[in-house]
């Protein structure tokens, strides 16, 4: 079983919204740090948003206000919701979780990876 699946990616015009969903095997994830990170192709992976056991976030300075981050405990889904999408946003996006760390930390603790979602946004 596939521990991270990610979901809900696609290609929208500039000024759009989607919705990133990251389906876990459960609490053993879901209740952990967990975030979303992005890679553009030849550019490194970079943190997107963070969301911590108590449900602290952290935002990339880059999204701050337009893409929110969340959990839904009783259903182990991990969300993005990206809104007011620009061409800078295009990237592949994965789902990781940090197992065993209630707060979120350097890009080390993350033991978990999803496969990845593409968005593509267009201008």
């Known amino acids: 079983q596939v521990p991270l699946v990610e979901s809900g990616g696609g290609s929208v015009q500039a000024g759009g919204s989607l919705r990133l969903s990251c389906a876990t095997s459960g609490y053993t994830y879901i209740n952990f740090c967990m975030a979303w990170f992005r890679q553009a192709p030849g550019k490194e992976r970079e943190g997107v948003a963070t969301?911590?056991?108590?449900?602290?976030?952290t935002y990339a300075d880059s999204v701050k206000g337009r893409f929110t981050i969340s959990k839904d405990i009783d259903k182990n889904i991990l969300y993005l919701q990206m809104n007011n999408l620009k061409p800078e946003d295009s990237a592949m996006y994965y789902c990781?979780?940090?197992?065993?760390?209630?707060?979120?930390?350097?890009?080390?603790?993350?033991?978990?990876w999803g496969q990845g979602t593409q968005v593509t946004i267009s201008s």
């Open positions: 990781a979780a940090a197992r065993g760390y209630l707060s979120c930390g350097g890009r080390d603790s993350y033991n978990s």
């Open positions: 969301i911590e056991h108590y449900g602290i976030t």
